[in-house]
Each structure stands twice: as C-alpha cells, then as structure tokens.
C-alpha cells in the first residue's frame, strides 16, 4: 500500500516524447476515451439494431468532436480560469500550447463547457443531415459513460484534479499531503455508474431522447457525490458554506434541468 501512497512520486506524467515533444498520459488517455466512445456506440447500433448507420456515426464524431473541444476549452476560460478577461481580448492565445516558449500543452478544460460544445454540434448535425435528434442522443447516453472512464484515469496519471485531505490508508500523497484519489471514485462513479443506470433503464424508455436526460440526472447526482471528496479548484475555492464547489454546483444544475427535461417530454408522449 505504501508504493502506491506514493505513486506520484515515482510516475512520470510524460509517457514519451516524439522529438523535443512530450506525450502526456493525460493525452493518450483521452484519445482513447474518444476513440473508445465511438467503437462503444457502433457496438450499441449492432446489438440494439438501431436505425443509424455506422458510418453515420463517424461523420457525426466529427460535429461532436468539435464542439466538445471547443466548448471544454472555453467552457473551462468561462466558468474557472482567472484570467477570462486577457482570453477574451486574446483570442488567439487560447488554444496556444507554449508558455513562455516551453511546449506545455493546452491547460484547463471543463466538462460542462463541453456538454454545451456537444449538444451544439449535435443540433447542427442533426438539422444538416436531418436525422432525428432524440435518436442520436440516446445512443450518446449509452456510449460515452464508459469512455469517460479513461478521461478520468488521465486527469490522475496527469496529477490533476487532486483529492481532499484524507486518512484513508488507499490515499495518493500530493506534495507531501495524503489525499482522496478522487479522479478513480469519478471514474467509478461517473462513468461505470452512470452507465448501468442508463444501461438498465434502456428497458422502460418510451421516447427518443430519454436516455440522455437519465444521463444527465444521474451524471450530475454522481459528480456531486464525487466532488465531496475532490479539492476545490484553487482559483476559486469554495463558492459555499465552506464545503460546495462550483463543479458540485453546476452538478446539481445539470440534473435539474435534466429532471425537468425528462418530466417534460415523458409528459408530452402519454398526450401523443
């Protein structure tokens, strides 16, 4: 147990490098969590028969992909980052990987910033190729759960996001401090959690489009629990009573209008 107290003291973040460029963990993982979302739904279409062709799913992870780039970056500049105003009027600077000349990256995504980035380019997918909206986003409901699994592997192998202190004896020393592994209890609970609360309401949906307001019920009741056991952003702190993040904020907000969203329309299809 102790080699793993202190994992970050003996892991390097860079898994290698391509020339004088590093390759992070945190890269790789979150290509894979793409890529894997993509295979995880061509295999939902198949097993399901679904009425949505494989190769359309390709042409829409592109809509998909960039929004969600787009949106986690600005997403992140909007709702965390202290520096806002200088992005704003410096546009171009915002997906700029070098920092004082040194190749770092891009730094700072959010993940509610790239729920927005992806229902926008799912909107526009689905209005150019006239594909019925409910649909495609039922089959994201059931895709990208497991997929976020890897996303979150990487915000820890990346050393970010870091825990609450703690006593656990299963606690990650950061900077000397022990602490939660909280990027794994969102693994587990974000992404293998929330999936078998889709995976098995799959079985009572009674309109198109439901499963993505059960993803978004369930996602924001999980992140909220999680984040009880993750730091605070340190730009921002504590937004509450010395205990309620702004993650855990905006959390909640996304199962409300999730729950809202869902009493909607599971109203308006008993009128229909």
Same mark, same amino acid.
């Given at each position: ?39 995880? =739904?061509? @295999? !939902?279409?198949? *097993? ?6 494989? $190769?359309? &799913? +390709?042409?829409?992870? /592109?809509? %998909? ?55 926008? =380019?799912? @909107? !526009?997918?689905? *209005? ?6 409910? $649909?495609? &986003? +039922?089959?994201?409901? /059931?895709? %990208? ?128």
């Amino acid at each position: 147990m102790e080699a793993w107290n202190h994992i970050y003291e003996r892991f390097d973040p860079v898994a290698f490098h391509i020339f004088s460029l590093p390759v992070h963990w945190y890269g790789m993982m979150y290509v894979l969590a793409l890529v894997s979302a993509l295979y995880i =739904g061509k @295999y !939902f279409i198949k *097993k399901d028969k679904l009425d949505f062709q494989a $190769k359309e &799913l +390709d042409v829409y992870f /592109i809509y %998909v992909e960039i929004g969600v780039i787009l949106g986690a970056r600005l997403g992140y500049i909007l709702f965390y980052d202290t520096h806002t105003l200088e992005y704003l009027t410096h546009p171009w600077q915002i997906f700029n990987p070098f920092e004082n000349g040194e190749f770092v990256g891009i730094r700072g995504m959010s993940y509610h910033g790239a729920v927005i980035g992806f229902l926008l =380019g799912t @909107y !526009f997918y689905s *209005k150019k190729h006239k594909v019925h909206i409910g $649909k495609i &986003l +039922d089959l994201v409901a /059931i895709s %990208v759960p497991l997929a976020f699994v890897f996303g979150r592997i990487g915000n820890f192998l990346n050393q970010e996001l870091i825990g609450r202190e703690t006593d656990v004896p299963w606690g990650i020393y950061v900077d000397g401090v022990l602490r939660h592994p909280s990027q794994l209890y969102e693994a587990l609970l974000e992404g293998v959690g929330v999936f078998m609360v889709v995976y098995l309401y799959r079985r009572y949906q009674s309109y198109a489009g439901e499963l993505i307001f059960i993803y978004a019920i369930s996602y924001g009741l999980f992140r909220f629990i999680a984040e009880i056991y993750r730091a605070p952003d340190a730009q921002i702190g504590y937004v509450c009573c010395d205990m309620i993040t702004q993650g855990q904020v905006m959390s909640l907000g996304m199962s409300v209008i999730g729950l809202l969203g869902w009493a909607y329309f599971k109203n308006r299809s008993k009128k229909i």
